[in-house]
């Protein structure tokens, strides 16, 4: 593993840091010096009375990343080192390392998350990242996106979070986040990473924000204009991810149920919106999807999972899953936030096959898209966006019947 910093001497490099900023990163080569540039910009521009330091963490690329990593090093005015992710294949296990290291400054004020793959962020992303010093747990990101980006915030996460805590949250697993002090400790301590598989993996993002809630952390949604980043296709690219930040999303509601399910959500909150900066304008990249495969792999999973799925649902939604109307249009608001409770329901006594009733969700998840493709296919992003939010609606009417699982 050459290009890499000694890990002991890093840990001892950051003793006296107040502000981190940790990148996760693989085969990044072509957009982690963007990151760099703009990360030591914006410490030094708004933070320059703060002992900051730069941690990637790479997982073993082999594109050239830690080369470049190494290059900017030379010549960025802040501390930045480079480790290997040797926890992990994926995300998790590098932001637990960069846990690790932050929880070595006995200063520490801020962690900031940014992802390597960013094309959008500016040095402002740093300072307003950060707003945890202001009494703050955790700040998440707020962001302008196409339509079709999002679609596992819009349909899994942002009306699972909702429903659980109370809060809506636009991007519960944007990615992008800030960390106080506290925060920082109680999952550097977890014992939810060895517990949940899916956290060392792209469920990482979704156990940091489900930990800040769950604990009562204050939570703050920072307005970083637009993201933009490595586009994909939900049909053929989001299975692992949408497989893993579900995974993790169950195991968080059973993990922490103490610390939801008895309580009331009266009404929907929002987190204050911080925006102490006027971010430059930029349109949002285009996020081109496929109406026909999304119902192809629909259509097939009904085909293909129907044991699973005689297992898991009621006869009653069985029956509007095998419509014709349900197969020609694809699956409601409704008839998806259903599914999802019941699948919910015998995932708690399920001891294997976990992995595989979560394969069996995808398909239907497809069939969900769908249903939003061809009601928002004419829309603009913002109509489309309307469209997506009656998806909190269905999920928070089912609140009560998540909650009695627990009874």
């Not at 085969?27 to 703009?38: C, D, E, F, M």
């Not at 690329?61 to 926890?87: H, R």
């Not at 119902?295 to 799925?309: D, P, Q, R, T, V």
Request: aromatic share 12%.
């Amino acid at each position: 593993m050459r290009g890499y910093d000694d890990f002991g001497k890093v840990l001892d490099a950051v003793k006296d840091s107040e502000i981190i900023v940790g990148i996760p990163s693989r085969n990044s080569a072509h957009t982690i010096g963007y990151v760099l540039k703009n990360v030591d910009v914006g410490l030094r521009k708004y933070l320059s009375d703060k002992n900051s330091f730069i941690v990637v963490c790479d997982g073993l690329s082999n594109d050239g990343t830690v080369e470049v990593v190494n290059v900017f090093k030379k010549y960025l005015k802040t501390p930045l080192a480079i480790i290997p992710n040797t926890k992990s294949r994926g995300k998790g296990g590098a932001v637990k390392t960069i846990l690790e290291v932050a929880g070595e400054s006995s200063a520490l004020e801020a962690l900031v998350l940014v992802d390597s793959d960013l094309r959008s962020i500016v040095p402002e992303w740093i300072p307003l990242l950060s707003s945890v010093t202001e009494g703050y747990g955790l700040a998440v990101p707020y962001y302008r996106r196409h339509k079709y980006d999002g679609t596992i915030t819009n349909f899994v996460a942002r009306p699972l979070t909702t429903m659980a805590y109370g809060l809506d949250i636009n991007q519960p697993i944007g990615g992008d986040f800030g960390l106080d002090r506290e925060l920082v400790r109680i999952l550097s301590n977890s014992e939810l990473w060895s517990k949940i598989p899916w956290t060392m993996l792209f469920g990482v993002d979704i156990l940091i924000t489900h930990t800040a809630l769950a604990y009562g952390l204050s939570v703050c949604e920072v307005d970083l204009g637009v993201k933009i980043h490595e586009p994909k296709d939900p049909a053929t690219s989001l299975k692992g991810m949408f497989i893993e930040v579900l995974g993790t999303i169950f195991e968080l509601l059973i993990e922490y149920s103490e610390l939801w399910s008895k309580h009331e959500v009266c009404e929907i909150s929002f987190p204050k919106r911080i925006e102490k900066f006027k971010i430059p304008h930029m349109s949002p990249w285009e996020i081109v999807v496929s109406k026909e495969k999304a119902y192809n792999e629909f259509i097939k999973g009904l085909a293909e999972n129907k044991s699973f799925l005689e297992t898991y649902l009621s006869k009653e939604t069985l029956t509007l899953l095998y419509s014709e109307e349900t197969k020609s249009k694809g699956v409601t608001s409704k008839l998806w936030a259903t599914i999802v409770y019941e699948f919910f329901k015998h995932y708690l006594n399920l001891k294997g096959e976990k992995e595989e009733a979560l394969k069996s969700l995808f398909s239907i998840w497809q069939g969900r898209l769908y249903n939003y493709y061809i009601i928002t296919w004419n829309m603009d992003d913002k109509e489309a966006f309307k469209e997506a939010d009656k998806q909190i609606k269905d999920f928070i009417e089912l609140r009560r019947l998540f909650t009695k699982v627990f009874a």
